[in-house]
């Protein structure tokens, strides 16, 4: 590698994780295009779809979730929330298409028995329980702590006459 490279920041490794990339994408793409010409439409289709939802509703909807949780939420709730609210909403984003089916009661049926075999809403209502309580406690403990680092105590906070 020369000077006027590694003068750059690009390092041998970054070159290589930058090959296999290229390599890996060119055989996505070599796979693609053996497909039928329908199947390239359906997954053209399909990229296009998932590029709409996130652009035109998820990205959207988590703006304005922000937006309301800094104006609304005291600064020691805000990293957690924010961060409990990433976990539970990729769960959630997930977990769509089978909380749907196993809700229409599709994909259950004599010939594959263990497909949507599991009570799945169920389980992510107690992910909803459990995401919301860390995060209360997580607000809880860092506003005492930052109550302590600001010197601000149920003692100091009393006026004497």
């Known amino acids: 590698m020369s000077v006027s490279a590694r003068a750059r920041g690009v390092s041998t490794g970054r070159l290589l994780l930058g090959a296999a ?3 890996v994408g060119t055989y996505g793409v070599w796979l693609l295009l053996r497909e039928p010409f329908d199947g390239l439409v359906s997954a053209v289709l399909w990229l296009g779809g998932g590029v709409i939802v996130h652009d035109g509703i998820l990205a ?5 979730v922000l937006l309301l949780g800094t104006r609304f939420l005291p600064a020691a709730a805000r990293l957690p929330a924010a961060l409990v609210l990433l976990v539970w909403g ?27 075999d599991r009570a ?12 919301v ?7 809880w403990r860092r506003s005492r702590k930052l109550r302590r680092v600001n010197g601000v105590s149920r003692a100091s906070n009393t006026r004497s006459a």
């Open 60 to 64: 959207p909807l988590t703006l304005v």
């Open 21 to 23: 990339g290229v390599a």
């Open 90 to 116: 990729t769960v959630t984003v997930m977990a769509v298409p089978v909380l749907v089916a196993t809700t229409a009661g599709l994909g259950r049926g004599d010939q594959n028995a263990t497909l949507l």
């Open 120 to 131: 799945y809403g169920p389980a992510w209502w107690g992910l909803t329980v459990v995401a």
């Open 133 to 139: 309580v860390v995060a209360v406690v997580w607000s």
